[in-house]
């Protein structure tokens, strides 16, 4: 299982950014994923999370994000992405993602001991 996260950047506050994660070698719809992320000083806290196709649950979102954040998949590019929208300074972070062992459920309230296979993060920084 390969993952690789893309997209993070620069950009200012009230902006926009989307994260992708390409699965490798493998097919992501066998699994959850979630989006963490880790900003300094502080704990990896998940973001957002969408489960396998098979199950189909409606996503979770931490509510530090709830109604600017959404994850999707695409299954034809083997990708999740992290659509994130109304970018605050508190956003920044290194954002990472990461599957549940397959066939596996999307946890109610995702913790990093929960998935075991991340990809490399991807660095986000709001600011003016």
């Known amino acids: 299982v390969q993952l690789q996260a893309s997209g993070g950047g620069l950009v200012q506050p009230g902006g926009s950014l989307r994260l992708s994660c390409e699965g490798f070698?493998?097919?992501?719809?066998?699994?959850?994923i979630s989006w963490f992320r880790h900003a300094p000083g502080k704990e990896r806290e998940g973001v957002a999370c969408?489960?396998?196709?098979?199950?189909?649950?409606?996503?979770y979102y931490a509510d530090s994000v709830k109604g600017r954040f959404t994850i999707s998949r695409d299954s034809a590019k083997n990708t999740v992405y992290l659509q994130m929208n109304s970018l605050k300074p508190e956003d920044t972070a290194v954002y990472y993602c990461?599957?549940?062992?397959?066939?596996?459920?999307?946890?109610?309230?995702?913790?990093?001991?929960?998935?075991?296979?991340w990809g490399q993060g991807t660095l986000v920084t709001v600011s003016s």
């Open positions: 969408i489960s396998n196709t098979i199950r189909n649950d409606n996503p």
């Open positions: 990461a599957t549940r062992p397959y066939g596996l459920g999307m946890p109610m309230n995702p913790n990093p001991t929960d998935f075991d296979s």
């Open positions: 070698g493998f097919s992501l719809d066998y699994y959850a």
